[in-house]
């Protein structure tokens, strides 16, 4: 179980406390009180697969171009760890964890060089 309340800081809103609000059998929510910042910890299994998602929403309000107001939008990052349910392939929570690093090291890596790529919609 993650503690509640979570701490997140973003470079949009700040540092947000966000108490639990919302729980199921394998999934939680965590939001801060304004609203405005959430994040999401899930966990599904399949009879092939197991994924594991863990997601942050944030609301900024932002220009529409074409009424030229401000409007708030929920903008959205999430990664999934998906891997085989059989147990006969043993995926341990290490192996999870090395490739959510790896990938997390290569997105950042150099200033966040390819993150910076992936949002600028490069391939």
């Known amino acids: 179980m993650f503690s509640d309340p979570q701490s997140i800081t973003t470079s ?5 406390t966000c108490p639990k609000v919302a729980m ?3 999934d939680a929510t965590y939001t801060s009180p304004d ?3 959430s994040i999401k910890i899930a966990h599904t299994t399949s009879k092939s697969r197991t994924r594991r998602l863990v997601r942050l929403d944030t609301i900024h309000t932002l220009l529409e171009a074409a ?4 409007k708030p939008v ?3 990052v ?10 006969s ?5 290490t192996n999870q964890v090395e490739l959510a690093g790896d990938l997390i090291t290569w997105l950042t890596a150099s200033t966040n060089a390819n993150l910076v790529k992936v ?5």
Do not use: W
């Not at 949009?12 to 947000?16: Q, T, W």
């Not at 392939?89 to 929570?93: H, R």
């Open 35 to 37: 609203g405005k910042t």
């Open 67 to 70: 009424s030229g107001t401000n």
């Open 89 to 93: 392939f043993s995926v341990t929570a």
């Open 24 to 26: 199921g059998l394998s």
């Open 78 to 87: 999430y990664m999934v760890i998906d891997f085989p349910s059989a147990k």
């Open 119 to 123: 949002a600028s919609s490069e391939y």
């Open 12 to 16: 949009h809103v700040g540092a947000a």
């Open 74 to 76: 929920v903008c959205s």
